[in-house]
């Protein structure tokens, strides 16, 4: 068995692998701004109330995304199915058309808005805070709805989906006496 360890000062070399170790899902995140759609492909999404609903994403502050979010004041999550894997590399890739031959409509907030994904989330902007590289976003939920499907997942760099999935229930030492 091979582990990775980092102490000390901890660098962006050393805790990737660390990190990698983090199964997640995988989202694109769509903006409009000044009559143009922006989007990007984001691991960093996650609830964080549900009274109200509310969504939290990190997007990298050297994007368009980034500044569209900011001036729009909303944006829109869309979780990947497991059979979406090469939608997510064309949103990871910079300076591309990434709407090219793409089907989408808007939502209300007036954002792009794909079909067929696990889960659709349209959020207004509630609060912007830096973390690093990146803004974290809050965002209010305005709408949102979903599809019996399995997520697309990432791990250690790669794509992938749970071929089964098998949910045991541990008691604590207080419910087994």
Do not use: W
Request: aromatic share 8%; hydrophobic share 35%.
């Amino acid at each position: 068995m091979s582990t990775n360890q980092a102490t000390g000062t901890v660098t962006s070399e050393t805790f990737r692998p660390i990190i990698s170790n983090f199964a997640t899902g995988v989202s694109i995140i769509t903006v409009r701004h000044n009559k143009k759609d922006y989007g990007l492909t984001a691991s960093a999404v996650c609830s964080v109330s549900l009274d109200p609903p509310m969504l939290l994403i990190c997007v990298n502050q050297n994007t368009g995304t980034q500044k569209a979010i900011m001036e729009a004041g909303s944006f829109n999550v869309h979780i990947l199915g497991k059979q979406q894997g090469e939608l997510a590399l064309k949103f990871s890739k910079a300076n591309t058309d990434k709407f090219e031959d793409l089907v989408y409509s808007y939502s209300d907030l007036g954002n792009p808005l794909f079909p067929n994904v696990v889960a659709q989330i349209e959020c207004q902007l509630y609060k912007e805070m830096t973390g690093g590289t990146h803004s974290v976003f809050l965002g209010k939920v305005h709408s949102a709805k979903a599809i019996t499907e399995n997520p697309l997942l990432y791990l250690k760099g790669q794509f992938g989906e749970f071929t089964h999935l098998k949910l045991e229930t541990f008691k604590s030492k207080e419910e087994t006496v």
